[in-house]
């Protein structure tokens, strides 16, 4: 075949753990950065969380998000065009992994192995007569990189609050509350930053997010 090569590694990363591994090596870093933290090595800290928020949002949520897996008897087909009446331009066994992105009709478009985030004029029908195609993330795995991935942010935006990084502070709050409304330490520290920046807009937003913190959790003493 001319475009199936070995995939490659995460663009910046020297270490792309197999999927197996992402969740429990998070979990080490942030437990190392907690120990850190609790021990006031704020600076110590700070790269653990990092080290841990990379590999569930780069590499569990991120890289191993696009990749797929041929999991039944094939050859698969990959065709010229989203047709079956499209000509084949290669053929997958069942093992094979591929990345891509997958539309609303179930046909998959093939991504560069060479070049992550180029697709390629090749697709593959994810289910198809003799073959089939599913994603290597199961819901069970995206499920737990959310908790560990919400439980880093926190950390971080605790981390920044202690080094006066107040918008960096708010923006790691906020990325827990985009997914979770109604998380009263996301919300108490995001209040804490927006009123340190001390812009108007900023103080309502700390105003609206002590009120909801407030009502959701009225014994919160943070």
Not at 49 to 66: I, M, N
Not at 212 to 221: E, I, K, M, Y
């Amino acid at each position: 075949t001319i475009w199936l090569r070995p995939m490659a590694p995460v663009a910046g990363s020297l270490q792309l753990p197999a999927l197996k591994d992402c969740i429990s090596l998070a979990e080490v870093n942030k437990e190392l950065g907690n120990a850190a933290f609790v021990k006031g090595n704020v600076e110590a800290a700070a790269p653990k969380y990092e080290e841990a928020l990379r590999l569930v949002e780069d590499v569990l949520l991120g890289w191993y998000a696009g990749q797929w897996h041929i999991t039944e008897s094939g050859p698969a087909p990959v065709f010229a065009a989203p047709s079956l009446s499209a000509a084949v331009v290669d053929k997958l066994e069942p093992g094979a992994n591929l990345r891509g992105v997958c539309g609303e009709d179930s046909w998959l478009q093939v991504e560069d192995p060479q070049c992550p985030s180029a697709l390629l004029d090749a697709w593959l029908l994810v289910d198809g007569k003799g073959w089939k195609a599913e994603p290597v993330l199961t819901s069970d795995l995206i499920e737990k990189g959310q908790r560990v991935r919400a439980a880093v942010h926190l950390n971080l935006a605790q981390v920044c609050i202690k080094r006066r990084h107040w918008l960096e502070a708010a923006a790691h709050a906020t990325q827990v509350l985009e997914v979770d409304p109604s998380n009263c330490k996301a919300l108490y520290r995001r209040a804490v930053a927006c009123i340190n920046i001390q812009t108007l807009g900023r103080v309502e937003q700390a105003h609206a997010d002590l009120q909801l913190a407030s009502s959701l959790d009225p014994a919160n003493r943070e």
